[in-house]
């Protein structure tokens, strides 16, 4: 009796240690003005929500410098745990992010490590304005941090806030890779009265994005899309407004692209064979749009994809899943091109829209893989395969309105203006 009386005295303890340390990380607080939620514990998984500050969060796990977190009764993801306080209740001392939003003076200069480029704000935080961008390599001066964030100065002049988690310190000297540095004050991608538009005599404009850059009808994200440009193409530089040139096409096509895209330059004018103009407005959903596509190009790895997909049609949306019964969008992809061709593709939806090779808008066929930005921030966020006849299959949905293997078409105008691009795996 003495032995199960001890016995169960230890299990209490046990229990009671426990509790305790469930309790110590049950709950966290949001400390940035926005924080992405992630599909996993890195900056390159999917998101799948957004937490503001002041958000109180249940902890379930930590990783590598995240925790994994429930953001409502049907939402999990990963958040970085620079920007999560736990202390409180647990006596926690991980309070270093809630300093103030002046920062806190540094010194050294930082170089920037980014796949495409780096936005500079007017604030510690998403939610301020953009006042330049960096490319990756650039090496900047630092003048402050605070919560997750650097204040910098570039070689042109230009000071604001960049994410730390893209700056590493260094010992090499300002300016190195600044050439294509801008500032891009008031340019806030919106539709603007185009009475501030400034015309541009004699000047040429290199393109600079590693992803094929839009050409719209406009000076904004809401305008149709009406081209494509891609990496080094020069083209001609006919006026400026808000954030935005109207270039001019080889084929003679006028249209707007994202200034933060375009570097001034004196090279000869040159578009890649694969850069393409869409005369015909995307706005028309019931049009044939042959721009997109020409299902008459299908190859029999093509036809296999596509078939192989068209088998899962009906199958629910599930934040993460890799299937069979349930899919996320990348994992509804990756999915299909493994059993249906044997081909092994990167796993989220960003790592996917850069493997293979592009493929100009006209030339889709059956088997791309087409992807998207549907939160307008320029990154890749959803992606899916082209079927032809301008249309394609994805596994739609997000966690909080999960939705089903189906097929939509490319010219609606939702579908049209979130469109970046394909890629073929052949």
Same mark, same amino acid.
């Given at each position: ?86 202390? +409180?209740?647990?006596? @926690? /001392?991980?309070?270093? #992010?809630?300093?103030?939003?002046? =920062? *806190? &003076?540094? $010194?050294?200069? %930082? !170089? ?92 040429? +404009?290199?393109?600079? @994005? /590693?992803?094929?850059? #839009?050409?719209?009808?406009?000076? =904004? *994200? &809401?305008? $149709?899309?009406? %081209? !494509? ?198």
């Amino acid at each position: 009796m003495k032995k199960a009386i001890t016995a169960l005295g230890i299990g209490a303890v046990a229990v009671s240690v426990s509790s305790i340390h469930a309790s110590a990380l049950e709950k966290g607080v949001v400390t940035a003005s926005a924080l992405n939620i992630r599909s996993g514990p890195s900056a390159d998984c999917d998101k799948v929500a957004k937490l503001y500050k002041g958000k109180t969060v249940e902890i379930l796990e930590k990783s590598n410098g995240w925790y994994k977190v429930r953001v409502s009764s049907s939402v999990v993801g990963w958040g970085s745990s620079k920007y999560i306080s736990t202390s +409180g209740s647990s006596g @926690s /001392t991980s309070n270093q #992010n809630n300093s103030t939003s002046s =920062g *806190t &003076s540094i $010194s050294g200069n %930082g !170089k920037v490590n980014v796949s495409s480029r780096l936005n500079i704000r007017s604030g510690a935080g998403t939610n301020y304005s953009l006042v330049g961008k960096a490319n990756n390599g650039d090496v900047v001066k630092l003048l402050e941090q605070s919560n997750g964030w650097y204040k910098i100065k570039l070689s042109n002049g230009v000071t604001g806030w960049a994410s730390s988690q893209y700056i590493s310190k260094t010992s090499e000297d300002v300016g190195t890779n600044d050439s294509n540095s801008s500032n891009t004050t008031n340019n806030n991608n919106t539709d603007k009265n185009q009475s501030s538009e400034v015309l541009l005599e004699g000047k040429k +404009g290199k393109v600079t @994005s /590693t992803v094929s850059l #839009n050409v719209r009808s406009g000076p =904004g *994200t &809401s305008y $149709s899309v009406i %081209g !494509k440009l891609n990496g080094g193409d020069v083209v001609e530089l006919k006026a400026k407004s808000n954030g935005w040139y109207k270039v001019k096409l080889s084929n003679g096509t006028t249209g707007w692209v994202s200034s933060s895209y375009i570097s001034e330059t004196t090279e000869g004018l040159k578009e890649n064979s694969n850069s393409s103009s869409n005369n015909n407005s995307q706005s028309n959903s019931n049009s044939n749009s042959s721009s997109i596509g020409n299902s008459d190009k299908s190859t029999v790895n093509g036809s296999k994809v596509v078939d192989f997909a068209y088998t899962l049609i009906g199958i629910p949306y599930q934040w993460g899943a890799s299937g069979p019964d349930k899919f996320d969008c990348s994992g509804f992809t990756q999915y299909v091109f493994k059993h249906s061709v044997g081909l092994s593709i990167p796993r989220v939806s960003r790592e996917q829209a850069q493997f293979g090779s592009a493929v100009s808008m006209g030339n889709y066929a059956p088997g791309d893989l087409v992807y998207f930005d549907t939160d307008g921030d320029g990154a890749t966020n959803h992606v899916g395969i082209y079927v032809g006849n301008s249309k394609f299959i994805h596994c739609s949905g997000t966690q909080t309105n999960p939705n089903k293997v189906k097929v939509d078409n490319l010219t609606t105008s939702y579908w049209s203006k979130a469109l970046l691009g394909a890629r073929r795996f052949a």
